[in-house]
């Protein structure tokens, strides 16, 4: 079975702080990990994908396979990061369902 | 235009009616699914399918109905809606391939009275 879990359902910070939003998982194999964020009231975004270790929007996330961890970080927050960020698993290989965790709403302050 | 349409944007239906939400995808995917966001739960799949009528079951089936005749639609019915399938569904999809990761749909918010 595959798990994901975002221990923290709200992050406030202030403007220019640093963000770290924490995604844990469970599974098996050699699991794909993804961030997806969703700014009020639209659809879910495709943020990164560990597989391409891209840097979009000034977010980064390593994927730490002994801590089993795919963190999200962003140096400077920034007040339009303010959105509800998901972690996201899949089973390697091929593609199959995507299983999510219970999200983490970023609150980014003045 | 290509990309990813769900409908209705929103829905009232009564208890115990039946109700199909519509998600259409221009890029001929392989992969769909259905996932319902609810506060606390965060995203859980209902059903997904891997090509045209082949479909199976996600963690939260239970009184939900899909079918793929085509590779672009994927329609989702609650077959006798309750107040529990009050929620905001959103329909994905994806190709499966290197370009991992799924596009998702604008989401239909149901309201179920």
């Known amino acids: 079975a595959q798990r994901v879990t975002q221990p923290e359902k709200l992050l406030s910070v202030f403007k220019g702080a640093p963000v770290e939003l924490k995604c844990n998982y469970s599974y098996s194999g050699s699991p794909e990990l993804f961030w997806y964020v969703q700014y009020s009231r639209q659809r879910l975004q495709l943020l990164l994908r560990?597989?391409s270790r891209e840097s979009i929007k000034g977010f980064t996330a390593d994927l730490n396979k002994g801590e089993t961890s795919f963190h999200l970080k962003k140096p400077f927050a920034q007040e339009e990061d303010s959105a509800m960020y998901y972690c996201?698993?899949?089973?390697?290989?091929?593609?199959?369902?995507?299983?999510f965790g219970t999200g983490t709403r970023l609150q980014v302050t003045l | 235009d290509a990309g990813i349409t769900q409908s209705p944007r929103y829905k009232i239906t009564e208890t115990g009616r039946q109700v199909t939400l519509m998600c259409h995808q221009t890029w001929s995917h392989s992969y769909m699914f259905w996932y319902r966001q609810d506060l606390g739960h965060g995203l859980r799949l209902i059903y997904y399918?891997?090509?045209?009528?082949?479909?199976d079951k996600g963690e939260v089936s239970d009184g939900y109905v899909v079918s793929r005749s085509k590779t672009e639609n994927f329609p989702l019915t609650l077959e006798s809606a309750t107040r529990s399938q009050t929620s905001v569904y959103f329909c994905a999809c994806g190709d499966g391939g290197v370009n991992y990761g799924y596009t998702f749909g604008s989401g239909t918010r149901l309201t179920v009275v």
């Open positions: 996201a698993l899949s089973g390697s290989g091929t593609a199959s369902k995507l299983t």
């Open positions: 399918s891997a090509a045209a009528d082949i479909t």
């Open positions: 560990h597989i």
